[in-house]
């Protein structure tokens, strides 16, 4: 990275002569802090190891940061600080990460690491105050998110370092985002809007997922049943008890008509009987079955009339049709509507 200005530092950590006073004022303390941390490092290294692998692995990584610090790749120095304390937690090796971010201008991951140094037993006074001086200073220029969250759950934000929950990260103002990788869980990424000098408090909470939703088995409604349209006269059986009625009583007519026609007849012979030899026996005799012939026609043909119209006219219709069953005389009227 091309810079305005060197800093390098001696064998006791002095500051060289640099482009302004104030600016080689800071580097020079954070040139001679590194020195400081350097020559701590080697002895902290060695302390609590976990395993001879991850603590060989842990100091070859400081290593390699401490010489491309030398060669003021300040970036790659400080990331192979942070790897040396993912091996092996190392307050030493996250502050010294924490200057080669500083000197990389990068105030964002400077803050980070600093606060991470702090969380880490192993600070002597003067770098514990060094270090809570630059996370005071880098503060009022950055946004800060301070994230809580159960146990065993890392926050990144954006494309920054991963780091265990509770955590305190820093960025430019404006929005970013959090991935929050949760034990057994799909990674989760939302917003955060950050302000400068600003502390924005995050409370992750372990939910429960959602109950599957459970359908209702569908319900099976029964068929409709079909509507009948054929009219009542046509659906109720035919032989009903009425039209039985008034089939006999029409029999009854049609006998009558007929006992009409046979006294109609003998009242004819009988009239001539009078006609060839007039008496008053002979006259009453065929003045009596002229009578009784009106009787017997009139009488069938009611009859006769009022069985059809029992037939045809069915129980309770009222509205299909209309019989109607009147004398005249000398005759019998019927008159319907179907």
Known sequence: ????????????????????????????????????????????????????????????????????FAQKRYSEAALHFEAAASFKASAIALYTAALAWDLA????????AY?????????????????????????????????????GW?????????????????????????????????IERRDVSLE???????????EPAPAPKVEPEPV???????????????????????????????????AALGAGVILGTSANGAKDAYDAGPSRAAFDHASSLETWTNVALISGAVLVAGGIALVVVPLGDKTDGAVKVGAAPGSVVVGGTF
């Open 1 to 68: 990275m091309k810079r305005s200005g060197t800093v390098a530092t001696s064998s006791r950590g002095g500051p060289t002569a640099g482009p302004s006073s104030s600016r080689r004022a800071r580097k020079a303390g954070l040139a001679l802090a590194v020195a400081l941390a350097f020559a701590g490092a080697s002895g902290v290294a060695r302390a609590d190891e976990p395993t001879a692998d991850s603590a060989a692995e842990a100091r070859q990584q400081y290593g390699m940061g401490t010489q491309a």
């Open 196 to 206: 400068a000098g600003k502390v924005t408090s995050l409370e992750l909470k372990d």
């Open 220 to 254: 099976e409604e029964p068929a409709p049943r079909p509507v009948d349209t054929t009219p009542a006269r046509l659906r109720e059986p035919f032989w009903t008890t009425m039209r039985v009625v008034g089939v006999g009583i029409a029999g009854v007519g049609v």
């Open 105 to 112: 201008s990068r105030p964002e991951r400077a803050a980070d």
């Open 154 to 186: 890392k926050v990144q934000l954006d494309t920054l370092t991963e780091v265990h929950a509770p955590a305190r990260l820093h960025a430019s103002p404006g929005v970013h985002t959090l991935s929050v990788r949760a034990p057994s869980k799909p």
């Open 115 to 151: 606060v991470r140094a702090l969380e880490v037993s192993g600070l002597d006074a003067k770098q514990t105050t060094i270090a809570k001086d630059r996370v005071s200073a880098l503060e009022k220029s950055l946004g800060t998110v301070v994230v809580t969250a159960p146990e």
